[in-house]
Each structure stands twice: as structure tokens, then as C-alpha cells.
């Protein structure tokens, strides 16, 4: 009987065990970011800019200087669940104030709470994975000149079995890496690559214009081809430079479009798309020639059959 009694329980235990050890939070390795420039505050403005941090964690309506606020708040209603950005101002209690630079890098780049948790993709760090750690610390350092905000976002209303955070230590292994999406051959324009490294990192612009698998894991093979919006209405434009997305458009245009939000035949801007041209805007002329330049450059990919 007993022996039965093992042969049941033992794999049990074994596949238990090798589950806990696969779906582990994986940080960063300290080596490299011992090696980080102290953060530049004036540089970490910039990837707030690109990456559109007050779109997220503002207060909804936010203008002015009441924009950089960041109580969090925005409820995304996807269909995992909704999910609520928290309040990351440099309040210690309520918000990341009592973090350190490490902290924020393995938040940012592997999704991990300085508790050894998990954190949603709903916060887009398989893009921020892409990034340069000393432009994350710069951001950082940026993000603690910011008014401290002494309250608390809303928690996330999920449904089982998303509430358990550890399985997306599996889900991580399929979906997050360091490599740029789009391979270029030897010899591409460096605008081309600076375009590349804003538009897959900070930018994060394949999270809302890359359709998704069933679990929520971006499809590269379809990169930037459009999706319908996470937020489950309505759909996210194919911007790549096939017919039908961007192959009309010149590099100009898009650069245009960035600046006025205006497109080629004078329609305007609309849609969570509203908010990331309002933040383009703030960006130096040669960032925004570079996104444009990056994606008139990204293989064409059209309509799904």
C-alpha cells in the first residue's frame, strides 16, 4: 500500500518541484549593472517621453505639470482581466520612493517586483527587455525628480487562473528576450537601427500593433501587421510598409503625422493613438525621424488570409 502510495505521490512532488524551479523570477545579472553610470536625470527625461510613462500612470485627464503625477489609475479591460497601473512617483509608501536602482531595472526590464514577484505584461517589459540598462537608470533617476503622490492605484480585477502570477514564469520563457525583433543586414543605416532600438524597446509601438496569441504572447511573425485593441473594442492600424499599412506613406509623412497627427490625407489623430502623438511631439526631431525611418525599413506584412 505504501509503496502505491508513492509511486502516486512522488512524481506529484517531481513535477511540483521542476515547475517551482522553471517558473522562478529571473533578475538581472548584478555584474553589468555594477558597471551603470550614475542616472542622468535630464537624459531619463527623454525615455520618459519616448515610453510614454504619463500615458499609463497619470491620472486620467492629466494636463500641465499635474501630468507628471504618476498615481496610476488607467484601467486596461482586456480579456485576462482588468489591469490598473500603479502608482510609480517616488512616494515610498504608495508608490516606488523606496526602491533602489536594481529594483527598477529588473521591474523595467524582466518584470519582477523587488518582492520576487511576477508582474502582468499588461506592463510591456518584454519591449523594455530591449533597452540599454543606463537608459533605464537614467530613467529612474528621472522618475525621482517627480512629485511624490501619496495614494494608492486600484488593484487589478482578475479571474483564476490569472490571479497566479507564477505561472508567467512560464509564459516569460516563450515571450521575453533581449534581441531586437527585426533583423537587419549588415550594413543597415544607423537611423534605421536608432529607430529600431526606440520603436522595440521604449516605444513598445508592437505591443498595441502586433496581434497576440491565445496567452497574450506577441506573434512576430505578423510585427506591427495591426491587432485588435487590447482594450477590446475597436482595432490598432498595420504599420508596416505593405498596402495596407504605411506603403502609401513617405518618411516625411510619418515624421509629419508624429509632429501634427495629421495624416497624408488630413484625417487627425485618434484613439489611444492620441496620447503617443501628444508624446512624440516632445521628442527630438531626429528620434522621431528615426521611428519613421525604422518602420518604412520593417518587412511588409499584410492582410492575414
Not at 509503496?3 to 533578475?27: D, N, Q, S
Not at 497601473?85 to 536594481?102: L, R, V
Request: hydrophobic share 40%.
Amino acid at each position: 500500500m505504501l509503496r502505491k502510495l508513492l509511486y502516486a505521490v512522488v512524481p506529484i512532488l517531481v513535477a511540483g518541484g521542476m515547475f517551482w524551479l522553471v517558473t522562478e523570477a529571473e533578475r538581472l545579472d548584478a555584474a553589468p549593472l555594477a558597471d551603470l553610470q550614475p542616472g542622468d536625470p535630464k537624459r531619463g527625461e527623454r525615455i520618459f517621453q519616448i515610453g510614454g510613462c504619463a500615458s499609463c500612470h497619470a491620472r486620467r485627464g492629466a494636463e500641465g505639470v499635474a501630468e507628471l503625477e504618476l498615481a496610476g489609475g488607467l484601467a486596461l479591460e482586456t480579456t485576462f482581466g482588468i489591469f490598473v497601473a500603479p502608482n510609480i512617483s517616488p512616494d515610498p509608501e504608495h508608490g516606488i520612493g523606496a526602491w533602489d536602482e536594481a529594483d527598477f531595472l529588473n521591474a523595467v526590464m524582466r518584470g519582477v517586483s523587488p518582492e520576487g514577484e511576477h508582474y502582468y505584461p499588461a506592463f510591456p517589459y518584454t519591449s523594455y527587455a530591449r533597452m540599454e540598462p543606463q537608459d533605464v537608470a537614467d530613467l529612474f533617476a528621472y522618475l525621482k525628480t517627480l512629485p511624490p503622490v501619496a495614494e494608492d492605484a486600484a488593484g487589478h480585477t482578475l479571474s483564476f487562473p490569472y490571479t497566479l502570477r507564477r505561472g508567467l514564469g512560464l509564459w516569460k520563457r516563450l515571450y521575453l528576450r533581449e534581441e531586437p525583433v527585426i533583423t537587419f543586414p549588415a550594413g543597415a543605416p544607423e537611423e534605421v537601427l536608432r529607430g529600431r532600438y526606440l520603436a522595440e524597446g521604449a516605444g513598445h509601438c508592437g505591443e498595441c500593433h502586433t496581434p497576440r496569441s491565445f496567452i497574450g504572447g506577441l506573434k512576430d511573425d505578423r510585427w506591427l501587421a495591426g491587432a485588435p485593441a487590447l482594450e477590446r473594442e475597436g482595432t490598432v492600424p498595420n504599420i508596416t510598409p505593405s498596402q495596407d499599412g504605411l506603403g502609401s506613406w513617405s518618411p516625411a509623412d510619418i515624421v509629419y503625422y508624429f509632429e501634427t497627427g495629421f495624416t497624408p490625407d488630413f484625417d487627425s489623430v485618434g484613439g489611444a493613438m492620441a496620447a503617443v502623438q501628444k508624446n512624440l511631439t516632445k521628442l527630438p526631431a531626429e528620434d522621431r525621424e528615426a521611428i519613421a525611418a525604422y518602420l518604412k525599413a520593417v518587412p511588409e506584412v499584410g492582410k492575414s488570409k
